[in-house]
């Protein structure tokens, strides 16, 4: 049974950094997609970052766009999501996210077929 367990998040000040990592268990996942959604209070759960399975070809959504660096490990089975220049705008719960192959651009949580618990981000201002 496949398991993403996140961990870096917590609380930041504004113009601040933080690294997300986002480790697997109970399966390789090396040929799925990885990456990132967020979900603030009352809003639904939005796509922030993505990585294809080899590590060459990444996309950003375009509010952390400029931000955010993410990177894959596939003989760790990790990924991780590097942010800087936090803003209070990018307070959430942020949920690593495993699917099979598809175009960065279009992927949607209906595409994913594993996530993780979640974990809280809170950048103050």
């Known amino acids: 049974q496949v398991q993403l367990v996140e961990s870096g998040g917590g609380l930041v000040q504004a113009g601040g950094s933080l690294k997300l990592s986002c480790a697997a268990s109970?399966?390789?996942?090396?040929?799925?997609?990885k990456g990132w959604f967020r979900q603030a209070p009352g809003q639904g759960r939005e796509f922030v970052a993505g990585?294809?399975?080899?590590?060459?070809?990444?996309y950003y959504a375009d509010p952390v766009k400029g931000r955010c660096t993410i990177s894959r490990d596939n003989a760790k089975n990790t990924v991780d999501l590097q942010i800087n220049s936090l803003k209070p705008e990018d307070t959430a719960v942020y949920f690593c996210?495993?699917?099979?192959?598809?175009?960065?651009?279009?992927?949607?949580?209906?595409?994913?077929?594993?996530w993780g618990q979640g974990i809280q981000v809170t950048v103050s201002s």
């Open positions: 996210a495993a699917g099979p192959p598809k175009l960065l651009r279009l992927w949607r949580p209906s595409d994913v077929d594993y």
């Open positions: 109970g399966g390789p996942l090396s040929s799925y997609i």
């Open positions: 990585i294809n399975w080899s590590g060459g070809s990444t």
